[in-house]
């Protein structure tokens, strides 16, 4: 999941802090990565990032983006803004998109919402709360084990969450 404030970061070779997320852009270019969003909040955000609509068209067409069901996002974003109500978090839509899609990794440069973007009270049980990547020294995190099961073939799915294909 990529926080929008740092589209430039990640696509953009020209942004300042590009080489602090170079390594996210290669982990979904090059490795098993992808992006999540979905909701009408980040499709509204998103569509302000005009510089990067083609480059995410074609993400999409060769399955490096998955999106999420917006109606679900829209619920949980709305219950997560009436639970929470502050100045520095103005990002419910991005804690919607990580419990209705189980994301595990987020990528973002708002050091304010950190705090509220890990908040456990916001997590269902089932839900794993998400690691955070800021800079360079975070790439660490960018392995197949964060990648959520919404982004795996059916093939690499945990037994559990498999379908059970024998009628």
């Known amino acids: 999941m990529i926080d929008t404030n740092s589209l430039a970061s990640v696509f953009d070779q020209k942004s300042e802090h590009h080489a602090e997320f170079r390594p996210v852009l290669e982990w ?58 502050h100045s520095d978090f103005d990002d419910p839509h991005i804690v919607a998109i990580i419990i209705a899609s189980g994301c595990r990794l987020i990528c973002s440069a708002d050091a304010r919402a950190f705090r509220y973007f890990r908040l456990a009270e916001f997590y269902p049980k089932h839900v794993q709360r998400p690691h955070i990547y800021s800079r360079k020294l975070n790439r660490g995190l960018l392995q197949d084990k964060n990648i959520a099961d919404c982004c795996r073939p059916l093939s690499k799915l945990p037994k559990a969450v498999g379908l059970n294909l024998h009628v």
Do not use: M, P, W
């Not at 270019?29 to 980040?42: M, S």
């Not at 995410?56 to 929470?84: F, H, N």
């Open 28 to 85: 979904i270019v090059l490795g098993n990565g992808k992006i999540v969003y979905g909701g009408t909040t980040y499709k509204r955000e998103l569509a302000k990032a005009t510089k990067y609509f083609r480059l995410l068209v074609e993400l999409k067409k060769v399955s490096k983006i998955v999106e999420i069901d917006s109606v679900r996002v829209g619920e949980i974003e709305q219950r997560l803004a009436q639970t929470l109500s």
